[in-house]
């Protein structure tokens, strides 16, 4: 019988079945593509009820195999050839080696699997295969006599390379900052930002403004490390505009284009850029909420004049600020001199 | 944990060495051994530099900057995120750090010294830099006086290659010549450039023609030297001697060149452009011995690596090989020899540095380009045993009817002296539009005459000579006094101008 079809039927009558020897309950991080845990023990011919509960905002799936890490990348792979009928079969590919699987879990939602755990002894795997997941979504089924005294903290699913070989790059409980080339972004200068909790965006160096703004899974540099490198990036969540068409700051006059000079940027905490704007100095740091699909902006100046910020086109946007007035007929914050040391412009979808 | 881990390492690393297979090539009392790079991290070396505290530093085309504790055969992350970093720099004294990436120069801070860097400050960013993935950024040396230099890449402009046209600006002469097909061009300012930048961070362009510079060497008299590889308008794979407002000899970067300002550059005839060119001090023959160098570096180790004191050592990335240069100044310019001196390592190899021991470390990398050695990416050294003497020629010097040749002992007297035991050719090479040049006017003489000294140590030959020439003295049937054979059997040397 087909794999998933059995867990679907698993699925559909676990009352038919006696309590199972083992419960286990599995997590999502959110934001950042994990499980949690990414371990769990269970005996040899027993049977479990999994759950996957999925308190993360993208959607997620799970499959259980026969296996290690090399055949766990073939499944995530044979998941992504399915193509235009992936969604449809969950991202579950038909293959041998699977012994249970939950499809697609919305964001929210939880889902249920019951299992024959095979009689033999060792570690199974586990993974997401949604397209972009399977790298950092894993974990293992360790099968042994005896569960409840099995160490599970040395457990190492997901391997800790900072360059992983796929490409993936993931963001944990620190901000991300690379240089790369991103698909859609026509600049040379591109820097992507990925902050815990799952909202990114795109700082341009050369035009010294954020491009773009995404949620969910941060992005794959598979194009720049593979070859020749330089090619371009994808980024792996869902898009956002900010707003954003020009550079947005003025000093003193909003019809002036200023000068501008990048300083580089500072990875203490929040990914601070630094530059010059007539001569002033900018300190500008950028939060965001992965639902309101918002960024807010944290801008440091030391002006003799007063700044605008603009926000173009702000059609479809809220504008709030700190400091100053929202502008909607102009397009801009007016933040006057003696407020712009620190103030916060937020941006979000209406 | 971390204590096993180590302990484990350290025998593995030990392991290494012992069963260190050897280059096919390499002179008597030279070694190669392996330098374990962080486990499960891509390792593409882009540069390497040591800091005042012994330690090296070494980034990655991936973007990452690692430390070497090199007693301790440690690893640590310092930075990340770079976009492929291909050369660093490290002030002797105050320890700062620099690395050039493909957007700009950027100093890297450790402000509150927890080992990682925290601020990624810009030094300059006054260069043209687009999504094209051939705009790489090569460096990084800086001279006595504190100045930077680097070398710029032209971009991969040719729309069949590239599937964009966004970036087929400034091919010269692919119309109007036959069967050419300039793949290269400049589609962001100074593409083809070296420059320098200021203490003070001030950006000035130095030198033009460049194509695919990917290495820059500085020697103690603050003398610069860039190597490019064979393509269009680049006959073959070389070495340049880089001097304020040189011309090297790919076009495209003319667009930059005031005096080049708003000009058709299709419009100006190939001789001219030959006329503007000045052509590389050492020819470093494609195929026979190099297709893709990478860094020059001179042996400044005060004869710890062996007795080559003040020559040039060179890697290529797809032979993944060695070569070393002996510069010779004629008519108030550089020319000079080149030998294959180990031949192969595991891969590419495009970065050089020497350690306090004497110790040539070589980093390396075989992404994208095809590489001899097959390994992907890697870290080697190649060490000298302090006591053995190889038998090579030292150098080769022009003389007024042929060259001089150095022994690095005593040469078979008999042998040594039968010019028929001299064969060589000689040949020139286009200066066209074309991708790579044949041999031109290959000529295959003997030496007329072959005198060695005294000591055997120095031979002189006699032959006829010809400016703007290739010649490759093979020296395989000679051997050493003591019957050792040439490490290195053939030196090209590259003859420019002849002797006053």
């Avoid at chain 2, 055969?73 to 720099?89: C, R, S, T």
Wanted: aromatic content about 10%; proline content about 5%; overall charge neutral.
């Amino acid at each position: 019988m087909k794999p998933y079809l059995t867990s679907l039927l698993l699925f559909l009558l676990p009352s038919l079945h006696a309590k199972p020897d083992h419960e286990i309950s599995l997590g999502t991080l959110h934001g950042q593509l994990r499980f949690s845990p990414e371990a769990f023990a269970v005996k040899p011919g027993s049977t479990v009820s999994l759950t996957l509960e999925n308190s993360d905002e993208m959607i997620h799936n799970l499959i259980l195999a026969k296996g290690d890490a090399k055949s766990v990348d073939l499944l995530a792979e044979a998941a992504l050839k399915l193509g235009e009928k992936g969604m449809e079969m969950g991202f579950v590919p038909k293959d041998s080696s699977i012994i249970a699987s939950i499809g697609l879990v919305q964001p929210g939602k939880k889902a249920s699997v019951e299992f024959k755990v095979p009689g033999e002894k060792g570690d199974y795997p586990f993974v997401c295969t949604f397209p972009g997941h399977s790298l950092t979504m894993r974990g293992i089924m360790k099968v042994v006599d005896d569960p409840a005294s099995a160490d599970l903290s040395q457990v190492k699913a997901v391997s800790a390379n900072t360059t992983p070989r796929n490409g993936v790059i993931e963001v944990g409980e620190e901000p991300r900052v690379i240089r790369v080339h991103v698909a859609g972004i026509d600049s040379g200068r591109s820097i992507a930002v990925g902050l815990p909790g799952g909202i990114n965006y795109l700082f341009d160096a050369e035009k010294l403004m954020i491009r773009t703004g995404w949620t969910g899974a941060f992005i794959n540099v598979t194009r720049d490390r593979r070859g020749r490198g330089g090619g371009l990036c994808a980024i792996l969540g869902e898009k956002f505009g900010v707003g954003a068409d020009e550079f947005p700051l003025r000093i003193g006059d909003p019809e002036k284009i200023p000068e501008t000079r990048f300083l580089g940027y500072s990875r203490s905490g929040n990914p601070t850029f630094l530059y010059e704007v007539n001569g002033v100095r900018i300190e500008q740091t950028a939060t965001g909420n992965p639902n309101t699909k918002g960024l807010t902006y944290g801008l440091r100046a030391d002006s003799r004049k007063d700044l605008y910020f603009l926000v173009k086109p702000a059609d479809g946007l809220t504008v709030a600020s700190t400091a100053g007035k929202w502008d909607p007929e102009n397009g801009y914050v007016r933040v006057p001199a003696k407020e712009a040391s620190e103030f916060f412009v937020s941006i979000e979808q209406k | 944990m971390k204590s096993t881990s180590q302990v484990l390492f350290f025998i593995l690393a030990h392991l290494a060495t012992l069963g260190q297979e050897q280059p096919k090539r390499i002179p008597a009392g030279y070694t190669v051994h392996n330098v374990e790079t962080p486990e499960g991290v891509s390792f593409g070396v882009g540069g390497m530099e040591f800091a005042p505290n012994g330690n090296l530093f070494v980034c990655t085309r991936e973007g990452e900057v690692w430390e070497y504790h090199a007693e301790k055969k440690e690893w640590a992350l310092f930075a990340d995120g770079l976009h492929e970093a291909l050369g660093i720099w490290i002030d002797p004294k105050s320890a700062e750090i620099f690395v050039i990436q493909r957007p700009e120069i950027t100093k890297l801070i450790d402000t509150d010294k927890d080992g990682q860097a925290d601020l990624y400050e810009t030094f300059n960013a006054d260069w043209g830099v687009t999504d094209n993935y051939h705009e790489y950024a090569f460096g990084l040396v800086r001279d006595g006086k504190g100045n930077f230099y680097g070398t710029l890449n032209t971009s991969l402009s040719w729309p069949g290659w590239a599937r964009s046209k966004k970036w087929d600006v400034a091919r010269v002469w692919t119309k109007g010549y036959k069967d050419t097909e300039g793949k290269m061009g400049r589609a962001a300012k100074y593409r083809g450039w070296g420059f320098q930048v200021t203490p003070q961070g001030k950006f000035v362009p130095f030198a033009s023609g460049m194509r695919s510079p990917a290495g820059i060497g500085i020697n103690k008299y603050d003398e610069l030297f860039f190597t490019d590889n064979q393509g269009d308008w680049e006959a073959s794979s070389s070495l340049h001697h880089i001097v304020k407002g040189r011309f090297h000899g790919h076009p495209s970067s003319l667009t930059d060149h005031p005096d080049y300002e708003g000009k058709d550059l299709n419009a100006i005839p190939i001789e001219e452009y030959e006329k503007l060119w000045t052509r590389p001090a050492v020819w470093i023959p494609h195929g026979e011995l190099a297709n893709s160098p990478g860094e020059p570096i001179f042996d400044y180790t005060g004869g710890k690596f062996g007795p080559f004191e003040g020559q040039m050592f060179i890697g290529d990335q797809s032979r993944s090989n060695i070569m070393r240069v002996s510069l010779d100044k004629v008519g108030g310019d550089y020319q000079g020899v080149i030998f294959d001196f180990v031949n192969r390592l595991q891969t590419g190899c495009i970065r050089h540095v020497f350690g306090k021991d004497g110790a040539l470390w070589v980093g390396q990398t075989g992404r994208g380009w095809g590489s001899a050695g097959g390994k992907e990416y890697g870290l080697q050294q190649v060490k000298w045993d302090g006591k053995t003497t190889p038998f090579s020629m030292h150098d080769v010097k022009l003389t007024k009817n042929g060259f001089r040749i150095t022994f690095t002992k005593p040469a078979d007297r008999t042998l040594a002296s039968d010019p028929a035991n001299y064969p060589i050719e000689r040949w020139g090479y286009h200066y066209h539009p074309r991708y790579g040049s044949p041999k031109t006017e290959l000529k295959r003489s003997n030496a007329s005459k072959a005198s060695l000294s005294k000591d055997g140590t120095e031979v002189l030959i006699e032959t006829e000579l010809e400016e703007s020439r290739v010649y490759k003295l093979n020296l395989a049937a000679i051997t050493a006094k003591d019957g050792s054979k040439l490490a290195n059997t053939i030196a090209w040397y590259t003859l420019n101008r002849l002797k006053d």
